[in-house]
């Protein structure tokens, strides 16, 4: 394959960006220099990867035009970027060096499923990794969880401590093994190990998974650790194991994602096409929302109740593999897979009262006590907390990621341009961290609430660890306008230890900018941010605003109605304070007692609201879902955050399409009005017609409101941004109302609509807010 070392022949250097390390990169470009011909050598460093190679220009030309061609699976070349050696002696032949250092300027790649060619062995009987939980190659397994700096090399990971046999040496040092620099790589000889506990945490006899998997079909809950954390698993199908579970973990009555080992598997409970069946399938392996089928309210009652969808996953560690291989008697091969199994798993995050995720065996074991029978642990540590991503599929069949974990996490955006590195703390709910580098914006994983100690360090931790792995340090730190939030707190306490400029940014404004950042949108753009609340400018609870937004500049057009909010925040938990607050506002306060009698305080409320006591105002659209849940008799109290919006919108879909409201709505200049249609609603004598006829009135006012706002502006670019566009059939209607009038309409597709994507927004308003200093 070489050639003399006397030989003049032409070289260059090309620098490839992107993500590039610990995808099996060198050993691709290896393979691929050798199959040409040429020589040279290729690195890892901090800024990616670099390769020199020598040979005739046109093989050098084909040989790139193959580098993107066949990149890793796992890879994403951002840049190629090629420099001229001039001509001279050429190497003897093509060689792998090792990764220097440097400042990091690459990112590390997501935790990605089991491979079909490491899953082929895990289930074959001859295989020297047979049901081995952790074995890996350079295309599969744990990436972001498990490591602590770059470049990524095994010292830089939580295997730095399971020194590798003489199999797993040779495997890791052939460039032509799929393991080839795999850093993770592990066999039963060297790597770590199951071992299955009880209660008290006495290790059980017998294989691990054999163990747990008769626990789960006696009924009983298994704390489970896998790639970024703990899950509590139980049989979903055992009436008995669900109510157990949600009890101890004081779940109330939010939805619970399942685990099937194949999509034919959930096809008896769930709508799976072929638009589902890539979802279950994608890289991430997210929890999918599924529309459910008429049998899987009874036969699976406490798995998502009163919901229109199910949320399920496939497997995607080995672990998980093998707990179906169990219950199917342990064939031989993968056929097995592509057939229905009877085994069905609640496979839900191991973090009790909204406390951050469980990690590691001493912690899960004091903070499960109580909740889960049995811990199925292992000794890989876990350098990042990564929770399972959660996404679903648009009307029009695109995906709308909703919670962003593991699979994509800590996958870059790449922002419209380069600008000063900023930090963005993000918002209370559903927190993520943010921090740009270049013309990248990097996001933690999904944190949570910030309601407790351990959530907020959890977010502090966060931070540290990007600015770590990326080696970046801010110059700015970004926050949400509200002076209360934990988020809010720790940006001013970083910005004054560091000297840094605090930029505030209001929480509206931030939606907007998120999604126009990820589309790369420079110029004026019009933002419809629906959703709960957000502070506005004037103190006042916003969540239903009509926006200018101009990179750090906006002006707030218009607004949604004001609804009361009697007792105040106590009312977001309370559809039928919402309803109330609607009556009083139609001018029919005496039927709050006549339709809300039985509920306690409502002839107080009623008077409240008469006196405008305790009623503070809201333009939020999503206290005008719950007044329309609590109307319709759909939903009276929430046990869980917009679970009647999330109930209206399924009872909803279930719907022929309805007639449009004629005055379901008034648009008076910068005002929507939605009073009309709720006074429609009284009548309604079906609430899911209701819920129907609710979301297409306001979606036809929406639309309305916003040509009008782009006419007036001379705009034609629209922007959502909120947490209520996570309602797809609302965004649908929208969206092609819009586009009808010439419109062009931009999502959130990289980071979540909601709170989960603020910091992105944050950081691209800081970013150019700095440039204008």
């Not at 959890?458 to 080696?471: Q, V, Y």
């Not at 036809?700 to 502006?713: S, Y």
Request: charged content about 25%; hydrophobic content about 40%; some cysteine.
């Amino acid at each position: 394959m070489g050639r003399p070392a006397t030989a003049a022949v032409g070289g260059e250097r090309i620098r490839v960006r992107g993500l590039v390390q610990g995808v099996g990169f060198r050993p691709t470009v290896w393979r691929l220099a050798r199959e040409e011909g040429l020589t040279g050598e290729v690195g890892n460093d901090g800024a990616g990867l670099w390769i020199r190679i020598w040979g005739p220009e046109a093989v050098r030309a084909r040989f790139r035009e193959r580098l993107r061609a066949e990149a890793p699976p796992l890879a994403r070349i951002e840049a190629l970027e090629v420099e001229s050696l001039g001509s001279g002696p050429a190497p003897a032949r093509f060689s792998i060096a090792s990764s220097g250092g440097g400042t990091a300027r690459t990112g590390v790649a997501s935790d990605a499923p089991v491979c079909p060619a490491c899953l082929a062995e895990l289930l074959d009987p001859g295989d020297r990794r047979y049901r081995y939980p952790f074995l890996n190659c350079t295309h599969c397994g744990p990436r972001y969880t498990i490591t602590t700096a770059i470049p990524y090399d095994r010292p830089n990971t939580t295997l730095a401590g399971f020194p590798l046999c003489g199999d797993c040496s040779r495997e890791y040092a052939d460039p032509g093994d799929r393991r080839f620099h795999a850093q993770p790589i592990a066999c039963p000889a060297c790597g770590p190990a199951l071992v299955l506990r009880d209660s008290e945490g006495r290790p059980e006899a017998g294989d691990p998974v054999s163990g747990a998997l008769a626990h789960i079909r006696a009924g009983r809950i298994v704390a489970m650790k896998g790639v970024g954390g703990y899950h509590l698993a139980c049989d979903a199908r055992d009436p008995g194991a669900v109510p157990r579970l949600r009890a101890r973990k004081e779940r109330g009555g939010k939805p619970l994602a399942v685990m099937a080992a194949n999509p034919a598997s959930l096809e008896r409970w769930a709508r799976i096409g072929p638009a589902e069946r890539d979802l279950l399938g994608d890289p991430a392996r997210p929890i999918a929302l599924l529309a459910k089928r008429g049998r899987a309210e009874a036969e699976l009652p406490g798995i998502a109740p009163g919901l229109a969808e199910v949320g399920a996953m496939l497997p995607y560690a080995p672990i998980h593999y093998l707990l179906f291989h169990e219950a199917a008697g342990r064939p031989a091969g993968t056929g097995w897979l592509g057939e229905p199994q009877g085994l069905l798993l609640v496979m839900t995050s191991a973090n009790p009262g909204g406390e951050p995720l469980v990690t590691e065996p001493d912690e899960a074991h004091r903070r499960l006590a109580g909740i889960a029978d049995a811990f199925l642990d292992h000794d890989r540590p876990i350098a990042v907390a990564c929770d399972d991503s959660v996404a679903r599929l648009r009307s029009d069949g695109r995906r709308l990621l909703l919670r962003r974990g593991r699979g994509h996490a800590p996958r870059a955006v790449p922002l419209p341009r380069k600008g000063a590195p900023v930090l963005a703390t993000g918002a209370w709910l559903k927190n993520t961290v943010c921090l740009t580098r270049g013309d990248e914006a990097h996001l933690s994983q999904h944190i949570g609430d910030l309601a407790n100690p351990a959530a907020v360090r959890a977010m502090e931790g966060a931070a540290a660890h990007l600015e770590a792995l990326l080696e970046t340090a801010p110059g700015a730190v970004a926050c949400d306008l509200h002076p209360d939030f934990p988020s809010t707190h720790l940006a001013h306490r970083l910005a004054e230890v560091r000297g840094l400029p605090v930029v505030p940014v209001q929480h509206h404004h931030a939606h907007i900018a998120a999604v126009a950042a990820e589309h790369r949108l420079g110029g004026p753009v019009l933002g419809l941010a629906l959703d709960g609340v957000g502070l506005g400018d004037d103190r006042a609870a916003w969540g239903g605003e009509m926006l200018v937004v101009d990179g750090a500049r906006y002006e707030r057009l218009g607004h949604l109605t004001p609804l009361p909010l009697p007792g105040g925040d106590r009312a977001a938990r309370e559809p039928w304070r919402m309803a109330a607050a609607a009556l009083h506002l139609l001018g029919r306060g005496a039927e709050i007692e006549t339709r809300f009698g039985h509920r306690e305080g409502a002839g107080l409320l009623a008077r409240m609201l008469e006196r405008e006591a305790a009623c503070p105002w809201t333009t939020s659209a999503g206290r005008w879902f719950d007044a329309a849940a609590g109307l319709l008799g759909v939903r009276e109290v929430c046990g869980y955050e917009a679970q009647a919006a999330m109930e209206l919108e399924g009872l909803a879909r279930a719907q022929p399409e309805p007639v449009e409201e004629p005055g379901g709505f008034r648009v008076a200049g910068p005002e929507l009005d939605p009073t009309p249609l709720l006074e429609a609603l009284l009548e309604e004598p079906d609430p899911a017609r209701g819920a129907a006829r609710f979301h297409a009135g306001l979606a036809a006012g929406l639309a309305e409101w916003a040509r009008w706002a782009a006419a007036a502006r001379g705009l034609t670019r629209v922007v959502l941004g909120g947490g209520c566009w996570a309602n797809t059939l609302l965004a649908g209607k929208v969206r092609r109302r819009l586009e009808a009038s010439g419109l062009t309409v931009f999502e959130a597709e990289a980071v979540p609509p909601g709170d989960g994507g603020l910091s992105l927004g944050q950081a691209w308003v800081a970013v150019r807010s700095l440039e204008e200093d």
